[in-house]
């Protein structure tokens, strides 16, 4: 993970607003996947073919954005190098929670903790990417915002903020970043 730090105290407003964003994505995501649990539990098909739907599905939305199979590092890291533009972040946004919503909703197997991940780095790096194209001088690079935005997202999806701050520095090992993440 690439050293970040910040560049200047203007920068704490738009970090401030990445926690709101995020943990608006955090609610959303669970509120989408309980949705699709639901409705994966209401369907009356064979519960072998529930996961097939689902993995159908996921399928199909892969063929446009295969950047949703599995744990996406190769996404995270163009997120956290400042490689992805707004438009592509965000619609990974949307297409990694619902995603990752049809599998575990349809009965596949997996968890919550690395999509969050994917999910606040993608949502960081449009945060990020619009914030540094208006003031290039004195905002971060979207990767600062992409790493923050992870730990923001983990930290509302699964209600453990202390925990996704010890992970964030664990992962950058480097006490600058702490305070944007914090606020987030």
């Known amino acids: 993970v690439p ?11 738009p970090y401030i607003l990445l926690g709101i964003i995020s943990g608006i994505v955090a609610i959303f995501f669970i509120e989408i996947l309980n949705f699709f649990e639901d409705k994966f539990d209401n369907l009356r098909l064979h519960p072998l073919i529930k996961p097939a739907l689902g993995g159908l599905l996921v399928g199909a939305l892969g063929l446009g954005l295969p950047q949703v199979f599995g744990v996406s590092y190769e996404t995270m890291d163009a997120g956290l190098s400042g490689q992805l533009g ?9 297409a ?17 903790f690395a999509p969050s991940l994917f999910l606040g780095a993608m949502t960081g790096n449009a945060v990020g990417s619009i914030f540094h194209s208006a003031f290039p001088n004195s905002i971060s690079s979207p990767g600062a915002f992409s790493l923050v935005g992870m730990g923001a997202v983990v930290a509302g999806a699964t209600h453990a903020p202390i925990t996704a701050i010890i992970i964030i520095f664990e992962l950058t ?3 600058k970043i702490i305070l944007p993440l914090m606020l987030s």
């Open 86 to 94: 707004v438009l592509i972040a965000l619609a990974l946004v949307f």
């Open 3 to 13: 050293k970040y730090t910040l560049i200047s105290i203007w920068e704490i407003g």
């Open 96 to 112: 990694k929670i619902l995603s990752t919503s049809l599998t575990l909703g349809s009965g596949g197997s997996g968890g919550i």
């Open 173 to 175: 090992n480097d006490y």
